[in-house]
Every structure is written in structure tokens, then in C-alpha cells.
């Protein structure tokens, strides 16, 4: 048997920088302060993903789509045959031809999803303005994005068992192919033309150079975090100089007007400690809180908190059912630490709470 020349340098290149970005994108998925980098590969997957759709309309033996078995007879004949007598394919197989559609709508659709999540709910990148507008629906949108990427990883599940199913029971060396690009048999080799290549080294150098690029500028439009640190001392000088003397300053969109309005009425019994202030004062400051309350506010810690709470007046952040909720997995050791002192000290591990942000990306968990 002779040796077929199969997937193209520019294929093969696809494969496997698509097989780590999508490996690195999930692997930090779950690690909130690497959410911009989550993002930014997420970027680099749109852009791997458009190549292989250009690819796929490109005269190009076996990548093109025109080249794939759609065919449904096929499909079924094909996975019957898995355990028995094999038919081989020089280029995708039925399962594989739709298997690539499948990634390719579901790892776009995690794209796309994602930015509208980053957006909406973080208030970064591109669509940060729609944050605004759309915030009350920014579950939904992740909802969707973690819909579109478990589909995806299920197909690339699938897919990665059916190889290795093939190479078990057919000794066919698939894996050897994506990589060598040569595949036994007595088909005819793909040939790429000039323009072909050039738009190859173009579109896989585009991808590298965009992710590098977007690591290099964390200003960049479509990672930028958009939410705006507030100076309290400017905004509402006495409320700045009271409220930060005993503990961290705790903006005031984290709790309903309900809670402020009940936390001001009763400040010489604030905790167990006495913070009460003359009428005048606790009156200004209350009308601030009020007036910046988290039902006044789009940001995700905002909308999420007032949710968690049902309508109750819940006096302390740390007793917000969503804040329990996002803080249980932490170490209990860390809220002793020195450092931190107690769970309400939220700027050790929230650099810039007292500027009224709390992105993901800024929590910094202090070491012993
Ligand atoms: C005399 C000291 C003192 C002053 C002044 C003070 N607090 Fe407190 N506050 C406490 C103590 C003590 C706690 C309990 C948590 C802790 O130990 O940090 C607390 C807790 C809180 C909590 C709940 C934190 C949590 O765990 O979720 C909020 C909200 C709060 N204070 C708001 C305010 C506001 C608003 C002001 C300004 C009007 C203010 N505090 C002024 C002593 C003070
Ligand atoms: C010992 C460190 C630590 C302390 C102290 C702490 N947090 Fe956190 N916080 C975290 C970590 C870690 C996460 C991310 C948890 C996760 O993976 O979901 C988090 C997540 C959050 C979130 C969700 C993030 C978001 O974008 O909505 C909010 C809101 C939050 N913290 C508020 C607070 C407030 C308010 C305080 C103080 C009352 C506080 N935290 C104290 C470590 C801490």
C-alpha cells in the first residue's frame, strides 16, 4: 500500500491548536480570576473556527465540506460496521462528517454566547454596554453558554472515543494522521494551490498573533473591563470617613434599600457594637445608601444578591443566601488567617471592593 498525503499542514495545525486552546478553556473555566483569559481563547476558538469554515468552501481534497458524507444510510451502515468489517474512508467518515458540523455550530455557539455572558454579566468587552439593558437576563445567557459548551465537550467526547474506539479494534491510526498527515491507502493526495496556502499561513498566523496581542493589552476592546471605579470620599465624603472606620467599605450596591433603611435606623445596635451618629449625618448617609441601593445597580454581584434574598431584610452581606452560596467552597482556615481576620473583611481578598468593583478577575485569595 502506498501512503495518501491527507490533511494539509494547515488542517493539522487547526486541529491541534484548536485541541489546546478548547483543553486550556475548559481547564480554567471554573478559575474566576482567569476569567479574561477564559475570554481571550475563547476569542482565539472563534477565530480557529472560522478558518476551518473558510477552509471547508476552499477546494481542498478531503477538508472540503463537499467532500464530507452527510449521508444518513451511511451514518447508520457506518456505526453497525464499527464492531465488524470496517468500511475505511481515505478522507472524514459519516460519523466524523457530522461530528466536525456539530463542533463547529456548538463551539461557535459558546463563542458567541460567551461574549454576550462577559457583557451582560461581568459588564466587559464588546458587549459590556449591554449590561445595562439586559442585565436581568444575564442567568439566562449563561445558562445558555454552559448548554452550548457541555454539548460541545460531549461531541468532542464522542469523538475522541470513536477514535480511540477505531484505533482498538482497527488498528487505524487516526491520531498519526492529524499529525503526519498521511494516511495508507491508494486514493489520490491532496495538492494545495498557492492562494490556498497563503491564505493558510495568513488565517493560522492571524489566530497565534490575535491571541498574543489580546494577552498583551488587557485594555483591549473585547476584554476590557468597562465597570467603573467609584471614589466614595468624592462621592459621599461623610459616608466614606464613617462607614470605613471600623471595617472594609461596603458599597452600597450590595445590599436592597430595605436592608440600609434598617441598618441606619438602628446603628447605636450595628453588631453589637455602637455606630450611631447624629440625625442630620445618619440621614445623609442613609438617603446615599438608599439612593445606590442594589436595586439601582446592573452589576452581576447586585442583581444576584437581591435575588438570593427573596425580599427579606437581611441585615450583613455575609448572610445573603448568595453570598453564602459563592463563598462555601473556600477555606474556613483562610477567614483566620491574620490577613483576613474575619469573612466581612472583604477587601483581602477583594482588592478594589472599596472602589465598588468586584470583578472575578480581581479576587485574590491571600496566602498563609
Ligand atoms: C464602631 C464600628 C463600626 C462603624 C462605625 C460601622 N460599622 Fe458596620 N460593622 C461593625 C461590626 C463590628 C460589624 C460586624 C462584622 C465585623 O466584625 O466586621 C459590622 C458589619 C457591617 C455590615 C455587615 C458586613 C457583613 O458581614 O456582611 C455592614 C453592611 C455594615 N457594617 C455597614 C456599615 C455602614 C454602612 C456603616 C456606616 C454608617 C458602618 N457599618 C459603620 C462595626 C462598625
Ligand atoms: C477569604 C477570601 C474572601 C473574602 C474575605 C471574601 N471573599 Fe468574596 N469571593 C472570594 C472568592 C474566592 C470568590 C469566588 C468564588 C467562586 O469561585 O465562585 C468570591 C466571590 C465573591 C462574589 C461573587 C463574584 C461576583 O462577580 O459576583 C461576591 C459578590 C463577593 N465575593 C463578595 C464578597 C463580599 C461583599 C465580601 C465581604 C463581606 C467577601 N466577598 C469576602 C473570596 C473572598
Request: net charge neutral.
Amino acid at each position: 500500500m502506498t501512503k495518501v498525503y491527507v490533511w494539509s499542514l494547515f488542517t493539522r495545525l487547526f486541529h491541534i491548536l484548536l485541541v489546546i486552546a478548547v483543553g486550556v478553556v475548559f481547564i480554567i473555566a471554573e478559575i474566576e480570576n482567569l476569567l479574561s483569559y477564559h475570554a481571550i481563547i475563547g476569542y482565539t476558538i472563534g477565530l480557529l473556527f472560522l478558518f476551518r469554515i473558510i477552509w471547508g468552501f476552499m477546494d481542498v481534497r478531503y477538508s472540503k465540506f463537499k467532500d464530507f458524507n452527510f449521508n444518513i444510510k451511511d451514518l447508520t451502515k457506518y456505526m453497525f460496521s464499527i464492531f465488524g468489517e470496517k468500511k475505511e474512508y481515505t478522507g472524514h467518515n459519516p460519523a466524523s462528517s457530522w461530528a466536525i458540523i456539530a463542533m463547529i455550530i456548538l463551539g461557535l455557539g459558546s463563542v458567541v454566547s460567551g461574549v454576550i455572558v462577559y457583557g451582560t454579566q461581568e459588564g466587559m468587552g464588546v458587549l459590556s454596554f449591554l449590561n445595562t439593558s439586559l442585565f436581568k437576563d444575564m442567568d439566562l445567557f449563561e445558562d445558555l453558554h454552559e448548554l452550548f459548551a457541555n454539548a460541545f465537550m460531549a461531541v468532542i467526547f464522542v469523538h475522541i472515543a470513536g477514535v480511540a474506539l477505531d484505533k482498538v479494534l482497527h488498528k487505524s491510526d487516526s491520531v498519526g494522521s492529524m499529525i503526519g498527515g498521511y494516511k495508507d491507502g491508494e486514493a489520490k493526495s491532496l495538492e494545495l494551490t498557492i492562494s490556498q496556502k497563503m491564505f493558510g499561513v495568513l488565517w493560522i498566523g492571524l489566530s497565534i498573533g490575535f491571541t498574543l496581542y489580546l494577552l498583551s493589552t488587557p485594555s483591549n476592546i473585547l476584554i476590557a473591563d468597562n465597570n467603573r471605579a467609584i471614589d466614595y470620599k468624592v462621592e459621599h465624603k461623610l459616608f466614606y470617613d464613617e462607614c470605613i472606620s471600623c471595617h472594609t467599605l461596603y458599597p452600597p450596591h450590595l445590599l436592597p434599600k430595605k436592608s440600609w433603611i434598617a441598618m441606619m435606623d438602628n446603628l447605636q445596635n450595628h453588631f453589637g457594637d455602637d455606630a450611631s451618629l447624629n440625625e442630620k449625618d445618619t440621614n445623609s448617609i442613609k438617603e446615599y445608601l438608599v439612593k445606590n441601593s442594589s436595586e439601582d445597580s446592573t452589576k452581576e454581584a447586585s442583581f444576584k444578591i437581591l435575588k438570593s434574598m427573596e425580599g427579606n431584610a437581611t441585615l450583613a452581606i455575609t448572610e445573603t443566601p448568595y453570598w453564602k452560596k459563592r463563598h462555601k467552597e473556600i477555606d474556613k482556615n483562610l477567614f483566620k488567617l491574620k490577613k483576613v481576620g474575619n469573612i466581612s473583611n472583604c477587601k483581602a481578598c477583594h482588592k478594589n471592593i472599596e472602589q465598588g468593583l468586584l470583578n472575578d478577575k480581581d479576587i485574590k485569595i491571600p496566602q498563609g
